[in-house]
């Protein structure tokens, strides 16, 4: 498979080193498999997916990015993947699903697939899992790109096997309203002690127009 090409990542030379210490966090804490969402829609949670993996490539690190969001592929359009097949059109079989290279050394991703909209039940599927799993003996760190939770439930249906949730808040976009539900899901699903939040977009300064933040959710 030839290596896609796709837009520039990261903006700024400050976000290059906030996602490395999410990275430098995430090892620390001896998490493999990450799942990345948000409450809404424009938060930017498929950004930090992508440089978060990115992160953990550039360290040397073999690793792949999983496209989970059915209704808005973003992942999937950066790395030119709509043709091509992914993880809908192979979950029944794991030993084929189609994984592909990108132009950043150590970097893979696994797109949506041709076939949209039909989220859920593949979450529901025992195949998911296994698939997880057998991923996990192929990759240092896997980062998985899912729906807004918000918005669509189907993060909540394969949270488990998650090491660690990161949650993409933005700055003067999130409304406060979607923060107290996003507390009320975390205790409900008992999310709390293997989550954090990336607060996204906050000016630091003029310089840094455009940063992320990231802390721990407090217990």
């Not at 039909?118 to 896997?142: D, G, N």
């Not at 660690?164 to 999310?191: A, C, G, P, T």
Request: hydrophobic letters at 40%; proline letters at 2%; glycine letters at 4%.
């Amino acid at each position: 498979t030839q290596t896609k090409r796709h837009r520039p990542i990261t903006a700024n030379t400050y976000n290059d080193s906030t996602f490395q210490a999410v990275r430098r966090y995430l090892q620390f804490n001896k998490t493999q498999l990450i799942g990345i969402t948000s409450m809404a829609s424009n938060d930017g949670k498929t950004y930090c997916a992508i440089n978060l993996a990115a992160a953990f490539a550039n360290a040397g690190h073999k690793t792949l990015l999983i496209d989970t969001d059915f209704y808005r592929a973003d992942i999937s359009a950066i790395f030119n993947l709509q043709d091509t097949a992914g993880l809908i059109n192979f979950l029944p079989d794991v030993s084929s699903v189609a994984v592909s290279p990108t132009s950043i050394e150590n970097l893979y991703v696994i797109g949506v697939g041709q076939s949209f909209q039909q989220s859920r039940s593949v979450f529901l599927r025992s195949s998911f899992e296994q698939l997880l799993e057998k991923l996990r003996h192929e990759y240092a760190y896997i980062v998985v790109d899912t729906c807004p939770v918000g918005i669509i439930s189907d993060y909540l249906h394969f949270s488990d096997h998650m090491d660690y949730s990161l949650f993409v808040v933005r700055d003067q976009l999130s409304e406060w309203k979607d923060i107290l539900r996003l507390n009320k899901l975390l205790v409900s699903h008992k999310l709390k002690d293997k989550s954090a939040i990336i607060y996204n977009g906050v000016k630091t300064s003029e310089y840094y127009n455009g940063s992320v933040y990231y802390r721990k959710i407090a217990s």
